[in-house]
């Protein structure tokens, strides 16, 4: 089990999102980042963790079934399985669809909450669509803390809206703050 | 710990609870599944039976024998489609046939079938390639329910546009409608193709193996279990598959950490087609 946990989730804008947030965090970054973008069931292929790996200094990886979950690692939900947080490490499942997304954002928050309660970091990113909102209020149930992207600065401001709405929110913060704002709280424990 | 916390360990409990009161009741075992999609899953049941808490179905299924088919039946269900991962079946069709033409005889154990969707695609699949005739296809599942679906090869029309699609991605060489009969707002796959197929109930957690296979595909079906049960089914299959047999897991899954991973070759390691060494 890791000290922290930083779980992540975006779709509509979220590559840009993303490549902002994981550009700030130092290779030294003590917890694992776990992050669900929507894909399409077609979105196969390790594009999009190359992609983010050229922008990031900590190792990007499309998550497989029972992967290890470690610090100091960003793990990315493949696509057409939903991605969890097991005691063990990472899990995937072929549930239905969540607010038609698989993988989903809630799916992914929940299973976090359950295992981390305190230890979880929710980022709610820019977005299309509710997924996440539910999750994010678990997260918040189980002591953890929510972190969303400032709507005014979002793509698409549905997602970090949905998440404000349905939950009491640490942090709202434009874009370029998120990742020296996680950085503090790896710090902090 | 705040509350929250103390409720997650009740709530693991529960879990823990549910799954040893079917095993001993039933002999049904859950006791090894992934522990948070197996959370999810029962969560599931339980808002569905509209109870509150994970030992009130517990009680529900310990007593009422139909809510424990239920709970079955939903425990069992997974995500399946025909030719689902086209590129899986382009990658058996140029990998894999090739190396089965020499055998006079096939074998092959479709675990976890569910309701068919992946077997009759296999079915479509050797018939192109000429080696339907001598192949038979073992399709196991541990819910009787499914079984029953998929040997009747019936599967609803409004789906089959999609399946139309996936085959042809698949590298199907045909339509996939030449297969099937349309009756009402049905499709039933012919005979011919059901010929050599075989559903039987077969349950991972319990039982042995049954034969030797020249393939077995297994496919995101042991993303429900835990590391401990993974490994007794690997060892379930190594022991089950001739020399250089080929196992294909779903696209996702790994054999690191497993029993017998250095005993296979890769021979695609993206749509995870492994063969066994001798």
């Not at chain 1, 929110?169 to 434009?174: K, Q």
């Not at chain 2, 599931?44 to 179905?57: D, H, Y």
């Not at chain 2, 086209?86 to 058996?92: D, I, L, M, V």
Request: charged fraction near 25%.
């Amino acid at each position: 089990m890791v000290a922290g946990l930083v779980v992540m989730g975006t779709s509509l804008g979220g590559l840009n999102a993303l490549r902002e947030v994981l550009g700030a965090l130092p290779a030294s970054y003590p917890w694992p980042v776990v992050i669900v973008q929507h894909r399409s069931a077609e979105d196969v292929g390790d594009t999009l963790a190359l992609t983010l790996q050229r922008a990031c200094a900590l190792p990007v990886r499309e998550v497989e079934d029972k992967d290890p979950l470690e610090g100091g690692r960003v793990y990315i939900g493949p696509a057409d399985y939903h991605l969890l947080i097991e005691p063990e490490g990472l899990a995937l499942s072929t549930e239905g669809r969540v607010f038609f997304a698989r993988p989903s954002i809630n799916v992914l928050f929940e299973s976090a909450a359950v295992v981390y309660g305190p230890s979880v970091v929710a980022v709610v990113l820019t977005g299309a669509s509710a997924d996440g909102a539910a999750g994010a209020a678990r997260v918040k149930a189980g002591g953890g803390r929510l972190v969303v992207q400032d709507p005014a600065t979002a793509e698409s401001g549905v997602m970090p809206r949905a998440a404000m709405a349905a939950a009491q929110v640490d942090s709202v913060l434009p874009l370029d703050r998120i990742g020296g704002h996680l950085v503090r709280l790896a710090s902090k424990r | 710990m705040t509350s929250d916390t103390a409720g997650s360990d009740l709530e693991a409990l529960e879990l823990e609870l549910l799954t040893e009161g079917i095993y001993r009741h039933y002999g049904l075992d859950f006791r090894h599944y992934a522990v948070a999609s197996l959370r999810r899953r029962v969560w599931g049941r339980v808002q569905a039976e509209k109870l509150t808490t994970i030992t009130g179905l517990l009680e529900r299924v310990l007593h009422d024998r139909e809510a424990m088919e239920r709970l079955l039946t939903h425990l069992s269900i997974n995500v399946t489609a025909m030719f689902r991962d086209p590129t899986f079946y382009r990658a058996f069709r140029e990998k894999v046939v090739p190396t089965l033409r020499s055998h006079p005889f096939i074998r092959i154990w479709h675990v976890g079938c569910s309701t068919g969707e992946e077997v009759y695609s296999m079915a479509i699949l050797l018939e192109e390639a000429g080696l339907y005739e001598r192949a038979r296809l073992y399709a196991t599942d541990m819910n009787e329910t499914v079984l029953q679906q998929a040997r009747k090869g019936i599967f609803a029309m409004n789906v089959m546009d999609e399946y139309a699609r996936n085959y042809t991605l698949a590298g199907g060489e045909r339509s996939l409608s030449d297969y099937y009969l349309t009756r009402y707002d049905y499709a039933m796959f012919h005979q011919s193709l059901r010929r050599n197929i075989v559903f039987a109930h077969h349950n991972l957690a319990t039982d042995g193996s049954f034969n030797e296979f020249n393939v077995i595909v297994c496919r995101n079906v042991m993303i429900y279990f835990d590391r401990t049960l993974q490994g007794a089914v690997h060892r379930l299959f190594y022991s089950s598959l001739r020399r250089f047999g080929v196992l294909a897991l779903g696209r996702k899954e790994s054999l690191r950490g497993t029993p017998h991973e250095h005993d296979y070759e890769e021979i695609d390691p993206i749509e995870k087609l492994f063969r066994r060494q001798a």
